[in-house]
């Protein structure tokens, strides 16, 4: 499978190609100034790696969390080239991500991120299948109730979580592989349809 993805969730965003067995990746400083060159990032981006838009079949496109005009700016973008190059387009979100290498290893996956100073948790079963909705949750909550669940958390934003959080007894801190996205994608558990920001108060 040949793809791009994009990835504008956090401050630092980042652009992924798989293609013919190789794979390029390139960190962007996604801030509001930088969403209008998000199209030219992507240009250069195949330009540095002498690839062309033919050498990819699908993008998948992160939905979220994340700040608004990044998620906006990019899920524009991401369709507006499926469109006009004919590519398959999936959007993603960062909790199922999260849970990807755990696929049928552990019963239950708790899935935490934290959002503008808030906790947020969604649980997937052993098949990464939702079996919740997005619920958000105090420290203290996260302590006392998921103490001993399995939860998991992505490496890049560990620095912006509590300590007490940190020391939960069953919990895994995985680094967010762009390369999983192809898994999820042919177990059907990312959206084709409806691409939209999943946004949190």
């Excluded at 991401?78 to 755990?102: P, R």
């Excluded at 939860?151 to 934003?157: D, E, L, M």
């Amino acid at each position: 499978m040949n793809f791009l993805s994009i990835d504008c969730s956090t401050d630092i965003g980042s652009l992924f190609i798989k293609t013919k067995n190789k794979t390029f990746s390139k960190i962007l400083q996604s801030d509001k100034s930088n969403n209008d060159l998000l199209m030219k990032q992507i240009l250069d981006f195949f330009k540095e790696n002498n690839l062309k838009f033919d050498d990819i079949s699908k993008i998948f496109v992160n939905q979220g969390p994340g700040n608004f005009s990044g998620l906006r700016g990019s899920l524009a973008i991401a369709k507006g080239v499926s469109l006009s190059k004919n590519l398959n387009l999936f959007g993603y979100n960062t909790f199922i991500w999260s849970c990807a290498k755990f696929f049928n290893k552990k019963d239950s996956i708790f899935s935490l991120i934290k959002f503008r100073e808030k906790y947020f948790i969604k649980k997937f079963d052993k098949n990464l299948k939702s079996t919740s909705k997005i619920e958000e949750v105090t420290v203290d909550e996260i302590i006392n109730k998921y103490d001993n669940k399995f939860n998991v958390i992505p490496k890049n934003v560990i620095k912006y979580f509590d300590e007490k959080i940190l020391k939960l007894n069953n919990l895994s801190i995985v680094d967010l592989d762009h390369n999983e996205l192809e898994f999820l994608q042919l177990k059907g558990l990312l959206d084709e349809e409806l691409i939209k920001p999943l946004y949190l108060s």
